[in-house]
């Protein structure tokens, strides 16, 4: 079984701050990791993924997110945010195996981003 | 980028009416999946279809439930007799290869309100 707990429901940051939204997760296996974003009624984007390949994932619009086995956390990180960052974010574990049936998401973060 | 797109974004009907959520996957995608949300609730999964067939699906898909490929172009979600607990943000999402990791690619969602 597995699962995946963000550990914040809201964040709330300024612009031009850094972004931290965390995720921990819990697998049998070596999995698969995501963050995904989704805008007002916009559909769920792909910010980036991780593999097993490098731990330090770079994604889309300056994000990016370190697993960390040890710590079993994989967290979401932006130097420095900017007003359309602001969105709800949700972090998903996939077991090896690829089935989508698999995908556990979070709960999501709702980031807001203040003048 | 491409896009999945979703229609209606908002539907209303009557416990116990049929409802049809339809979706237009990207256009060389060949595996479809339905995804919902529940108000308050983390993002389920309901079904995948690939090659005319259902790959898998969730408990949640029960004989209520029914996915179509009618056209070659829209994927449709019907509900045969809605409950409350149906109420729910339904997500449609395509991907090109098989699986969760690969990129899924969601539409914005059908908010269903079963009254």
């Known amino acids: 079984a597995q699962s995946v707990t963000q550990l914040d429901s809201h964040v709330s940051v300024s612009e031009g701050t850094p972004v931290l939204l965390r995720c921990n997760y819990s697998s049998s296996y070596s999995p698969s990791l995501f963050w995904y974003v989704q805008h007002p009624n916009k559909g769920l984007q792909l910010l980036l993924k991780?593999?097993?390949?490098?731990?330090l994932v770079k994604g889309i619009n300056g994000f990016e997110a370190e697993f960390k086995k040890s710590e079993t956390s994989f967290h979401l990180t932006k130097p420095s945010a900017h007003m359309s960052d602001a969105a709800e974010y949700f972090c998903v574990v996939s077991d090896p195996s690829g089935s989508a049936r698999q995908l556990t998401f979070g709960s999501g973060t709702q980031l807001t981003v203040l003048p | 980028e491409p896009e999945v797109t979703q229609t209606p974004s908002h539907q209303v009907t009557q416990m116990g009416q049929e409802v049809i959520l339809r979706c237009v996957p990207i256009s060389n995608h060949l595996y479809f999946y339905w995804y919902r949300q529940i108000l308050g609730q983390k993002v389920e999964f309901l079904v995948s279809f690939y090659n005319n067939e259902i790959s898998e699906k969730s408990e949640i898909f029960d004989d209520q439930f029914s996915v179509e490929r009618p056209d070659g172009s829209n994927f449709t979600l019907k509900i045969r007799s809605t409950k409350l607990e149906d109420s729910a943000m339904y997500f449609c999402?395509?991907?090109?290869?098989?699986?969760?990791?690969?990129?899924?690619?969601f539409g914005s969602g059908t908010q269903l309100s079963v009254l």
């Open positions: 999402a395509s991907s090109r290869r098989q699986g969760a990791n690969e990129k899924l690619f």
């Open positions: 991780y593999t097993s390949a490098a731990t």
